[in-house]
């Protein structure tokens, strides 16, 4: 299996430690294909390093760059957008001043409208019977459930119905009367 190049750049920048490294050496000692590759990395390292630009090639360029910033870049004012501009707004006394509108409506309702009792009637009527004590049926209590309040049958069927799979088996017990008590 070949090496990938990522582990050649690594292997060619010093950053491999020692059992890494002894194997990409020793592939490299019969692999053709890789070493290949790595003297192209290793070319392309050292273009890299030895690529510099003299001073005279850069000022004639630099005199356009520099041009090109000052005509586009620092004489140019920000442009405004209508759509981008901030609105800051202060919610308390938004919020006072929604919570004083309702007030004031509820209040003007009240006073334009009245509290007329036939009207009021009609909307919600009135329900006041007297109720005595012996016409109230408790509904349910409070006590806690356990399992001797129901019955084997009541508790298999529970069990079943929510997935369970219930075995039950049968050991006949003599009754207490039939064991031999010593008599002293």
Not at 138 to 151: P, R
Request: charged share 25%; proline share 5%.
């Amino acid at each position: 299996m070949c090496l990938d190049d990522a582990l050649l750049n690594s292997y060619l920048d010093g950053e491999l430690q020692e059992p890494w490294k002894t194997q990409v050496e020793e592939h490299l000692s019969y692999c053709s294909g890789c070493q290949l590759r790595f003297n192209q990395l290793k070319g392309l390292v050292d273009n890299l390093k030895n690529a510099t630009i003299s001073d005279e090639e850069i000022a004639p360029r630099s005199d356009r760059v520099l041009k090109y910033f000052e005509q586009n870049r620092f004489d140019t004012p920000p442009k405004k957008n209508l759509f981008k501009k901030k609105v800051q707004v202060n919610l308390v006394p938004a919020l006072l001043t929604s919570a004083a509108a309702v007030v004031v409506v509820f209040i003007g309702s009240f006073v334009l409208f009245g509290s007329n009792s036939k009207q009021t009637s009609e909307i919600m009527p009135e329900v006041m019977l007297p109720i005595e004590s012996n016409q109230l049926e408790q509904v349910s209590v409070d006590e806690k459930a356990s399992l001797d309040d129901y019955s084997l049958s009541e508790i298999v069927r529970y069990l079943d119905s929510q997935g369970y799979a219930v075995k039950l088996e049968l050991k006949t017990v003599n009754p207490l009367e039939d064991i031999p008590q010593n008599e002293e």
